[in-house]
């Protein structure tokens, strides 16, 4: 997706993506072999980490609530160095340590970093030039933890009894 | 990686807590994934990223909370008296070692040892245990403690059970095999690296031992093998053969070319040191293709530049200098020497990120992109879906989202030929064998699923792609089954009808294109196989066919166990063949009117099968300039009216915005009205 965005235009990029995206993962409580992801990616002279760090942190503050801890990571992704994860105070046990954040007191909620000199490369951007930010989140994994829905399936069910709760 | 505090602590001296330095390691780029108290120890498990190999150890682990709390590393190699090695062509070699494949493996470092096969101490047990390695004998589970301490993978093998006594590292030959440790006798391709004694292949290089060499009860003498081999052939066999391993797993990612021979010494001493055996003759070397260090320059400015935030020179320099990189500094920047273990550093980000990680994400500022010019324009076809999202859900219908990939059985009655479904080369299974050709199996489901619940109306709308050989469409399914209005006192129970999912589908086509329309074809045709004739409709842009509606087929109900009587209205239409959302909307308005209206009514006598649609059509393309509104008011049948026949009254507003019209005028228009309609429908003016 956000290579064909690249492909298709000069920077500077401005652009979030939603949709459904496969994996090889059997239908259980937390897998399913389908979900949604929201991609973002920001590209142009002058964008850093830092920028990065805002926007994401003002996103899970929107999505969580102001009052919720964040926390941005170090961690890898082929397509982006650096590369960083956001992680939430575990909404269960609020950081003491429970078996749903694997007793670290932490939730991942998304994978991001600045785009990889190389793809600038592989799409015809120059990287002396321009850097850039991509993100990308699992809607479903952040509906499960914003509205404590137990069981992924229920997404693609359409029971009403659940979908009604959402409102219309 | 699960690392035994008390074993990281030989190489850094670190005196915070477990979860202190978990917590710590977490922002530095080593995830924590899990901490245990293992007797007076702590087991942290590590997520180590993929590009980090080094990380898969004891010491490389060390190194990194070395760095992260500013306190000295003790290098593995510092602990170790050097000891001393031979190439492989020395005098007094005790094993020739040879090479025919050094792209491949450009070092193998072997060393001889005569050995006790017993159990390991108890000390040693226990690490290898709470590190979740079984311990097997004194000499594997030296191979293992090093392999978990160093990162390094060794192999032992039984000295006298090699052929010649030889080793050989080359490829497989056509039609060899080898039986591995696990017991598995495996076909061997000209491919795949392996270690050879004079007469046959003993191991795969870097994936798994053979069993014919294998050590066991009895073993007298040993070949210890610390070798380096390329990540690509290692892939390569370990997929072949569907085998991963410890050492596997280290090799493909990258191991450290100049590891092998300190691994070989730190073995050598802990056999010694557990009374396991001693080492006979020199440690062989035998290293085609040395270590070239990579070197990169790390421009200043490209710090602050890429991170956001400045970073002190003396910062960066000492972040680097005790990752084990060596910084020397030129004009504007560093050039960087890098070390055999990190084959992840490529290029200067590599290098960045290093020092942005270590200097700590926690002291970037938050700030937000600036804006240099105007956003581009949205893609409007987002617009168009939210809207019609928007209509979907103001008609009572609930959002449904279902999986692209479903059954062949249910997508095959949707196919426009059958067998022409888009099949998924390696399915999951039959429930996610191929890619819908319609909405409608996945939303009739949810039809299903909520009847057997409880639910007696469901009303579900489902916007999503469709699939079949020619591309993928956007579109937009609606099913409805139950009461057309919820039950309330003001209004009667109704189910839902034809002209419900019509009105429905009008409303939606109404957002985009008023060109849409829906038409009631011939009673016996059938607009789509999944429909009932004579209870089906196509729907239009202009002449082209943009979907279909009505109702369906008790063979798609049943199939998805709808209960058998219900009836279940069902629509499907292109978002891609409609116009943009707004299209639709006023260009320019139209000034008020500034003379009155007058207003006519008429009867008029029609067949009772013409439909409104034609008399308004009529009326609409052969009117007066001055008619400016037409509305049916009364149908009647019965008393006073013939069989076949129907009376329509219809109320004609006529008005003129230049004048104020004369009785005369409206008059004369009227009789034009009814003249057409007598002319065109056979009407008769009651």
Known sequence: MQIREMERQDPPVRLVAIGPVYRRDNLDLTHTPMFHQVEGLVVGRGITLADLKGTLTSMAAALFGAGQEVRFRPSFFPYTEPSAEVDIRCIRCGGEGCPMCKRTGWLEILGSGMVHPAVFEYVGYDPDEITGFAFGMGIERVALLKWGVEDIRLFYENDLRFLEQFGR | ?686
């Open chain 2, 1 to 686: 990686m699960k690392v035994l505090l008390s074993w990281v602590r030989e190489f850094v001296d670190i005196d915070e807590s477990a979860e202190a330095i978990g917590r710590k390691m977490s922002m530095r780029g080593l995830a924590l994934e899990g901490l245990e108290p293992s007797g007076t120890d702590a087991l942290l498990d590590f997520d180590v990223t993929a590009n980090r190999p080094d990380c898969l150890s004891m010491a490389g682990i060390a190194r990194e909370i070395a760095v992260a709390y500013g306190v000295p590393f003790r290098a593995p190699a510092s602990r170790l008296a050097p000891l001393a090695t031979a190439a492989a062509s020395a005098p007094g070699a005790t094993i020739p070692i040879t090479i025919e494949a050094p792209d491949l493996c450009p070092r193998y470092v072997g060393a001889i040892a005569d050995v006790t096969i017993g159990p390991s101490p108890v000390w040693m047990a226990e690490r290898l245990t709470a590190c979740g390695v079984r311990p097997i004998s004194n000499i594997v589970d030296v191979t293992n403690y090093v392999l978990l301490e160093l990162g390094h993978p060794m192999h032992a093998f039984d000295h006298a059970r090699l052929a010649g006594p030889a080793i050989t590292v080359r490829l497989a030959r056509s039609g060899e095999s080898l039986e591995t440790l696990d017991g598995k006798t495996r076909a061997l391709t000209s491919q795949m690296l392996v270690i050879a004694d004079a007469e046959q292949a003993t191991a795969l290089g870097g994936v798994m031992g053979g069993a014919d060499s294998e050590v066991a009860n009895g073993t007298e003498r040993i070949v210890f093998e610390a070798a380096w081999f390329k990540p690509q052939s290692v892939r390569a066999t370990s997929r072949a053969l569907g085998l991963r391993t410890e050492a596997s797993i280290r090799f493909e990612r990258g191991a450290d070319l100049t590891a092998p021979a300190l691994a070989m010494a730190r073995a050598c001493e802990l056999l010694e040191q557990i009374g396991a055996g001693r080492r006979t003759g020199p440690i062989i070397d035998a290293y085609p293709r040395p270590y070239q260090a990579a070197t990169i320059w790390l421009p200043r400015p490209g710090i602050a530049g890429l991170l956001g935030m400045p970073v002190p020179d003396a910062a960066a320099t000492r972040i680097l200098g005790a990752l084990g990189f060596d910084a020397s500094p030129g004009d504007g920047g560093w050039s960087v020497r890098i070390p055999g273990w990190r084959i992840d550093i490529q290029r200067d980000v590599d290098l960045i990120e290093e020092v942005g990680r270590h200097h700590g994400f926690e002291h970037l500022p938050t700030t937000f992109p600036g804006v240099q010019q105007a956003p581009a324009p949205s893609d409007p076809r987002v617009a168009r879906d939210r809207r019609a999202r928007e209509v979907a859900i103001a008609g009572g219908f609930s959002e449904a989202i279902s999986f692209a990939f479903i059954e062949a059985r249910h997508a095959e009655p949707f196919l426009d030929r059958p067998g022409t479904g888009v099949g998924l080369a390696n399915p999951l299974s039959e429930t996610f064998a191929v890619m819908r050709p319609s909405l409608l199996p996945g939303l009739v489901a949810g039809v299903g699923h909520n009847r057997r619940h409880g639910q007696r109306d469901v009303q579900l709308f489902e916007i999503g792609t469709r699939f079949s050989r020619s591309g993928e469409e956007r579109v937009l399914a609606l099913a409805w089954t139950g009461l057309a209005t919820p039950d309330h006192w003001s209004g009667g129970r109704r189910d839902a009808d034809f002209f419900d999912i019509k009105g429905a589908v009008e409303a939606l086509a109404a957002q985009f294109d008023t060109t849409v329309s829906v038409d009631l074809p011939p009673e016996d045709s059938v607009p789509h196989r999944v429909l009932v004739p004579g209870r089906a409709s196509i729907v239009r842009r202009d002449r082209e066919v943009v979907g279909w509606m009505g109702q369906l087929r008790a063979a798609i109900t049943d199939a998805h166990d709808v209960p058998a009587n219900d009836v279940v209205w069902a629509a499907e239409i292109s978002l891609d063949g409609m116009a943009p959302a707004g299209a639709a909307r006023i260009k320019r308005a139209e000034p008020l009117p500034r003379f009155p209206s007058t207003e006519r009514d008429i009867a008029l006598l029609l067949d009772e099968s013409l439909s409104a649609a034609i008399v308004r059509g009529t009326i609409r393309s052969h009117a007066p300039d001055t008619l400016v509104s037409v509305v049916e008011f009364d149908r009647y049948q019965g008393k006073g009216i013939p069989d076949g026949k129907v009376s329509l009254a219809l109320r004609l507003t006529f008005q003129s915005p230049e004048r104020t019209l004369t009785d005369a005028e409206v008059e004369r228009a009227t009789t034009e009205v009814v003249e057409l309609l007598a002319r065109e429908c056979g009407a008769v003016r009651r």
